[in-house]
């Protein structure tokens, strides 16, 4: 198996399943992705690719009806999907720690935010949570709130800007080095939004941690990340730097997506991806994108593309640039 | 210019907040004072963050909501002073799709009940086989299928529970359709399918379109002319064009640079807002934004500012518009 082809996390082969009435969900089917320290990934795909089940899979938080068949999570040099539970929570909100795209659901509404912050930290430092009001506050100062003000406020006091503060001093509390961010500017307004990324922007700059942000926003993407994964019905379709991504994409599903987004200032005509993004309780065979490319071919039908490297650092699940699809084109 | 279609003007809708019997009412200015026309055959759009009242605004305007004060006039008639029967007609004429197609189809009936209702109240006499026909036809125009008829909205995914919802509106031969958001709850791909439908179908049967949203890039795509909504008022208006290359109020400019741009290639300098939005129960004194404004001096904070051409059509409410 190919390892190792970053120093902080490899994910890969990772294939992960939700049991439903309706039958079995086939969520995730063989994902690779990985990280280098201080990073900056972005996860896009649309709604129902697997980009939030990914970022839990990590954290190994996939929970019942849901459960992770195979695969492997190497966060440095350790596989979290291998180790003990216990093993896992020293990492999980502390080397790893997570924001979430609903930052009011996400705290817990009847303490307030100073108690929320130093329990974090209590339970990162291994001491007891009133030592580290201290520490809870000036994590607030850090992410520009009024500490004084907020430490005593309870979640239904705070905007949707600064309950994601609030999930941001959280998140960055324990020093992690690797922040999953899924969705966190969703939920806001443009303006508060811009405020919210030039914040994160500021911190991971200053704290060098690495990011996993999961969007659905190419525009999010475009100006937070340096490295994009874009997900397809649970597999990875393409990986590159941004400036590659969305100078060349190579994947069919890439380019549709990116023709599809509006855009200030754009003139052309969207392009939409026809079709509808497949059931994956009885997914298409062979390329799970096939039904919908406008370059599909016979192989795709039948194989399932493996995801290679074909040009520097520009990974691609794609026929069309697999040894096989040569010959067939 | 073109002729207006619809005149809107002074529109206003206050609701009044009482938290107790004993305490003092308080009022919400959803929409305050908001002033505009939307030309014929034209799509209007009117942008804002959430509290800026640009739901209430398109609720109001037809009367879905009852407007506390101000007119919506339509060829000469303000439609607020008819009676409730002189008013069907302009239920018939003026349609509306919905934010959420999740929540705005009747989860038990057909899609033929569903789109095949609103043409027995207002097409009296109209015969079922006439239904059955008009109904295939505006499926099909939709991009749905006949047999489509048959089903229930939770058979359909979002994208074709919107068109569901929008094949509702034109059956009735509108004129003029309020759009509330209509692709936010939709992922990109299918939100590219559903506007492109909107704007064929605004193409082919001569609609008007009022266009809500809080997506800028939307706007640009479709709209002809955009109204900025800040906390109730219009901020500022004009040509889409106009409005876009060269904006006059800051927090227009605000709201375009916010904007994230899917193009890593293009560098620019990000404004960030000062604080949120604030509460629209207590907005503030003077010009409502100035709370926020970068360029705000001692003037903005006491009076409020007046609207001002800029150019035909260009209008600003600032006191030192930026250009």
Not at chain 2, 126 to 134: A, L, Q, S, V
Not at chain 2, 177 to 195: F, K
Request: proline share 5%; with cysteine.
């Amino acid at each position: 198996m190919m390892n190792k082809r970053g120093n902080l996390l490899n994910v890969s082969d990772l294939h992960v399943v939700f049991y439903t009435y309706r039958g079995v969900i086939k969520a995730l089917n063989g994902v690779e992705l990985w990280m280098n320290k201080g990073e900056r990934l972005g996860i896009v795909g649309e709604t129902g690719c697997g980009k939030s089940v990914t970022s839990r899979a990590v954290m190994d938080l996939i929970e019942e009806p849901g459960k992770i068949l195979s695969g492997s999570v190497v966060f440095e040099d350790r596989d979290i999907l291998k180790l003990k539970e216990a093993e896992v929570r020293k990492i999980r909100g502390n080397e790893i720690s997570m924001i979430f795209q609903e930052p009011k659901s996400s705290l817990n509404p009847v303490m307030n935010v100073g108690f929320q912050i130093a329990e974090v930290l209590g339970k990162v430092n291994n001491k007891s949570i009133k030592s580290q009001y201290k520490a809870a506050a000036e994590m607030l100062e850090f992410v520009g709130l009024d500490s004084e003000r907020v430490m005593s406020m309870y979640p239904h006091e705070l905007s949707g800007g600064m309950a994601q503060r609030v999930m941001i001093a959280m998140g960055l509390a324990p020093k992690p080095k690797l922040l999953i961010a899924d969705e966190p500017t969703s939920a806001l307004d443009v303006t508060i939004q811009a405020q919210i990324l030039e914040l994160l922007d500021d911190l991971v700059e200053k704290l060098g941690n690495a990011v996993m942000m999961i969007t659905h926003d190419m525009g999010v993407v475009a100006e937070f990340c340096n490295k994009i994964l874009v997900m397809y019905a649970g597999n990875s379709a393409e990986y590159a730097s941004t400036e590659k991504l969305f100078k060349k994409p190579l994947h069919p599903y890439t380019t549709g997506l990116l023709k599809a987004v509006p855009q200030i200032g754009r003139t052309d005509e969207l392009k939409a991806i026809t079709g509808t993004v497949p059931d994956l309780v009885d997914p298409p065979s062979g390329c799970r994108f096939h039904k919908r490319c406008p370059q599909t071919m016979e192989i795709c039908k039948k194989e399932r593309p493996p995801f290679i490297e074909v040009e520097e650092d520009h990974y691609v699940a794609c026929h069309l640039y697999s040894q096989k699809g040569g010959e067939n084109k | 210019m073109s002729e207006n279609l619809l005149e809107i003007k002074n529109l206003e809708k206050h609701f009044n907040l009482k938290k107790s019997i004993f305490s003092k009412v308080r009022v919400v200015r959803a929409v305050d004072n908001v002033t505009f026309s939307v030309p014929k055959n034209s799509t209007y759009a009117v942008v804002g963050e959430s509290g800026s009242g640009k739901t209430t605004l398109g609720r109001t305007l037809l009367k879905l909501i009852e407007p506390t004060g101000g007119e919506v006039i339509i060829r000469g008639v303000n439609i607020f002073s008819l009676s409730n029967k002189d008013f069907m007609e302009y239920r018939r004429r003026m349609q509306i799709v919905f934010q959420d197609p999740y929540n705005s189809l009747h989860p038990k009936k057909l899609v033929k009940t569903i789109i095949g209702e609103g043409m027995k109240i207002h097409f009296k006499g109209i015969g079922e086989e006439e239904i059955r026909n008009r109904i295939k036809a505006v499926l099909e125009q939709v991009g749905l299928r006949e047999e489509h008829m048959f089903r229930y909205p939770h058979e359909f995914s979002g994208g074709q529970r919107q068109r569901i919802a929008f094949a509702r509106a034109i059956v009735l031969n509108p004129e003029f359709i309020v759009l509330d958001e209509p692709t936010s709850a939709l992922d990109v791909s299918v939100q590219a399918m559903v506007l492109k439908m909107l704007k064929e179908t605004k193409r082919d049967e001569n609609l008007t379109y009022l266009f809500i949203t809080h997506d800028l890039s939307i706007v640009d795509y479709l709209a002809d002319y955009v109204a900025v909504l800040y906390l109730g008022q219009i901020v500022e208006k004009g040509k889409k064009s106009d409005v876009f290359t060269k904006p006059a109020h800051p927090y227009t400019e605000l709201l375009l640079n916010s904007n994230p741009i899917p193009n890593p290639f293009l560098k620019r300098d990000k404004i960030i807002a000062k604080g949120e939005i604030p509460s629209p129960i207590n907005p503030p004194s003077g010009c409502r934004f100035h709370t926020r404004c970068r360029y705000a001096q001692d003037k903005c904070k006491l009076e409020e500012p007046v609207e001002r051409k800029i150019r035909e059509g260009h209008i600003v409410k600032c006191h030192f518009p930026l250009i």
